[in-house]
């Protein structure tokens, strides 16, 4: 019901990882290989009720499929994800008569697995980055770098904003920590743009 009516929250950058793997690895336990390990002896006693709960998952895929940053972190999701979940859903959805979304749940497969594919490539062309780019806990290139105004360390946004959900302290050095305390690193990131586009370029002019 939530993600029908909003979706902005659950496809923030700070959330969307987190929303996607958990949905992932949530399918995959109740649709993959180890499904029959999910037994309880009283299914009404414990309101468990496995096929709603699938039909529930896939019907919040579709209603958040729109987001390009929800679909992307579908596809990067290492622990749960692989082309095959959503063709195991589809086996599960037609034995518990969810058929009426099969369609929907089939094109936002299709969307995923091309943007997991279009990240392979994009992540091909990224060779030699200076260390300078990489963010020290990800080890990822970063996209909005901020300083932290303890330990003058430089980070990605996302990064530490994740980490302030549940510590709210510079994971350098423990000091207290706010994310209105942090402050962008302009000049970095404007280095960053021009690496990433001059590697862009270069694939462009390959091809």
């Not at 290989?33 to 896939?58: G, H, T």
């Not at 990240?119 to 020290?136: H, N």
Request: charged share 25%; hydrophobic share 40%; glycine share 2%.
């Amino acid at each position: 019901m939530l993600t029908t009516e909003i979706k902005s929250i659950f496809c923030h950058p700070i959330m969307v990882d987190r929303i996607a793997s958990m949905l992932n690895y949530l399918l995959l336990q109740l649709v993959g290989p180890n499904k029959k390990n999910l037994k309880v002896n009283d299914q009404k006693e414990y309101a468990f009720n496995p096929a709603n709960l699938v039909l529930n998952i896939c019907e919040i895929y579709i209603n958040l499929s729109k987001s390009e940053s929800f679909t992307l972190a579908v596809s990067q999701d290492g622990r749960s994800y692989s082309p095959e979940l959503f063709k195991l859903a589809d086996n599960v959805l037609v034995r518990i008569g969810g058929v009426g979304i099969l369609g929907d749940l089939d094109q936002f497969a299709k969307s995923v697995e091309e943007a997991a594919n279009q990240k392979r490539e994009e992540d091909e062309i990224l060779t030699d980055v200076p260390d300078e780019f990489l963010d020290p806990i990800m080890s990822t290139v970063m996209t909005d770098p901020v300083v932290l105004p303890s330990s003058q360390i430089t980070i990605d946004r996302q990064t530490i904003a994740r980490h302030l959900l549940s510590d709210q302290t510079d994971p350098f050095n423990r000091s207290p920590l706010t994310m209105d305390m942090v402050k962008p690193n302009v000049e970095l990131q404007r280095k960053i743009q021009d690496w990433l586009s001059q590697k862009k370029l270069i694939v462009v002019n390959y091809k």
